[in-house]
């Protein structure tokens, strides 16, 4: 089992930056994608952007050039920078993990969300 514990979200004002981080833990062998997806009262959950392994990314066209996603292998652990934050950036953000066993069985685990809001 794989545990997935965010932070850093909060109230932030337009304009403003926020870092989210997920940290995963437990029995994890290799985690091929981190990604962090978002969701509204009135939408389904989306993508924001993920990266895979070996760096590669992938981004929401609303939020390309305004956050940028990393990882850091050793500590399990990904990040979401997000820059010039605009109100319809409000939503309460997941982060998702693939992992894969030595047999490469592949398996998708969800974090508890964190809630970012953008207002004056």
């Known amino acids: 089992q794989v545990q997935l514990v965010e932070s850093g979200g909060g109230l932030v004002p337009p304009g403003g930056s926020l870092r989210l981080s997920c940290v995963a833990s437990g029995s994890i062998f290799s985690i091929k994608v981190m990604g962090w997806y978002r969701q509204t009262p009135e939408k389904e959950r989306e993508l924001v952007a993920s990266?895979?392994?070996?760096?590669?990314?992938n981004y929401a066209d609303s939020v390309k050039g305004r956050f940028a996603i990393s990882r850091d292998n050793a500590k399990n652990t990904a990040y979401l920078q997000m820059n010039s934050l605009k109100p319809e950036d409000t939503a309460v953000y997941y982060c998702?993990?693939?992992?894969?066993?030595?047999?490469?069985?592949?398996?998708?685990?969800w974090g508890q969300g964190t809630q970012v809001t953008v207002s004056s």
């Open positions: 990266i895979t392994i070996g760096s590669s990314t």
């Open positions: 998702k993990v693939d992992t894969q066993n030595s047999l490469g069985l592949t398996t998708s685990y």
